[in-house]
């Protein structure tokens, strides 16, 4: 899942020490510094993990987890992870059994093939949130924007009684007292139960560098004060011309996705999915039978940790997969960690050195390994973003 060529960026998020000098380090008959030339580069720039604004907190980069930082709340997402409902097979799907033998899709979605999606449009990389003096912020980053407008998000603030539909054919319901959805620079705060907008109005800002937007919530409007607040959050895609989440069919096209589940379900990426089963791995019965390698993954887990996910959009439930966010706690500025693992398997994110564009490239895909290996030549992979996921124990 990880390409290569970060080695540096891959030492510092371990926590381990770069030597800046050679005096601690063994000295070898050439003079040369242990290791390759790489490891001794600075780390690089990551755009989407810096900071402006009122943004002030370091990412967890640990996926799945959440943390209060700097009077901010995280979440850190999965990455390439955006395949929506589990449905059938899109005929025009090109990622093949062949080319991830041991990483199965889970969700079936695919993009539609137009380069303004990437393949990926819809994959939330973080989302956050900040109380203000007069509002309450929240920000999206994610992994690939190229027309903001193509991409929308909808979060749904508070509980109820019951679970209530998202807006714009989302195709998922959960608790929700409110539903935020911003697309672009537009952001519409309406009441879950009428769906009557709330005023006054929220406003949305795009950096389509660091591929974040915020979007702000005047307190007239919602004010959370020192409560406790559900949150929950989902992405699509946008349909500019019909003001809704864009219908997946049976095969995409250059402008709708394909790979529809039966139930209809349109959002592509959920948040605050600590609980995604990891695949087993291990050996099972007298034989030493791969319990869950291969294709077997997709039955208790997948390599890209979206098993759980698929699984909620195909019922057209998002109620699974919610924060409780304590403003009391952001007010004071705590730092609470206790929500990011510090032990076992997880999976990471690391700022490569090398970019080669936006989302996924189905072009540079290898072949399989064994089409590599004869071919002797090296493989750049589909994965052309800087930020590179990578799993861990």
Same mark, same amino acid.
């Not at 510092?12 to 000098?21: D, E, I, S």
């Not at 750049?380 to 994965?383: D, N, R, T």
């Given at each position: 899942m990880w390409r290569s060529?970060?080695?540096? %960026?891959?030492? #510092?998020? +371990?926590?381990?020490?770069?030597? %800046?000098?050679? #005096?601690? +380090?063994?000295s070898v008959a050439s003079g040369h510094r242990p290791g390759p030339d790489v490891l001794y580069e600075a780390a690089p720039r990551a755009p989407q993990l810096e900071n402006t604004g009122v943004w002030k907190a370091p990412p967890i980069l640990v996926s799945g987890a959440t943390a209060y930082r700097d009077g901010e709340f995280l979440y850190q997402d999965f990455l390439y992870d955006s395949h929506g409902a589990a449905g059938a097979k899109d005929p025009a799907d090109p990622v093949t059994s062949v080319d991830y033998t041991f990483s199965p899709k889970a969700g079936t979605l695919t993009y539609p093939s137009d380069p303004a999606y990437g393949n990926d449009a819809a994959d939330l990389v973080e989302l956050r949130v900040r109380p203000l003096a007069d509002a309450t912020a929240f920000r999206i980053t994610l992994n690939t924007l190229v027309d903001p407008e193509r991409t929308a998000t909808t979060i749904a603030i508070g509980g109820s009684d019951a679970p209530r539909a998202w807006p714009h054919g989302a195709g998922v319901s959960s608790p929700a007292q409110l539903f935020l959805t911003v697309h672009g620079s537009t952001a519409e705060l309406v009441d879950a139960a009428t769906g009557a907008p709330v005023t006054p109005a929220s406003s949305a800002s795009v950096d389509l560098e660091r591929r974040q937007v915020t979007v702000t919530v005047p307190h007239a409007a919602w004010n959370p004060g020192t409560s406790v607040v559900r949150l929950a959050a989902g992405v699509g895609l946008w349909d500019v011309a019909g003001g809704a989440y864009l219908a997946p069919g049976a095969s995409r096209s250059a402008t709708a996705p394909g790979g529809a589940a039966p139930t209809g379900a349109r959002l592509f990426n959920l948040a605050f999915r600590g609980s995604e089963p990891i695949p087993d791995i291990s050996l099972a019965g007298a034989g030493g039978t791969i319990a869950d390698a291969a294709a077997g993954a997709a039955v208790l887990g997948t390599w890209w940790r979206e098993k759980a996910q698929s699984d909620a959009l195909l019922k057209n439930d998002a109620s699974g997969f919610h924060a409780d966010v304590d403003f009391a706690e952001l007010a004071a500025g705590t730092t609470d960690d206790s929500g990011v693992p510090a032990t076992g398997p997880m999976d990471r994110i690391v700022a490569s050195h090398r970019v080669y564009g936006q989302g996924i490239d189905y072009t540079k895909l290898c072949g399989g390994l064994a089409a590599a290996i004869s071919a002797y030549k090296p493989c750049?992979?589909?994965?052309v973003g800087q930020l590179q996921p990578y799993a861990i124990y």
């Open positions: 060529g970060s080695l540096v %960026a891959l030492v #510092a998020v +371990l926590g381990c020490a770069v030597p %800046a000098g050679a #005096a601690s +380090l063994p750049e992979g589909p994965l």
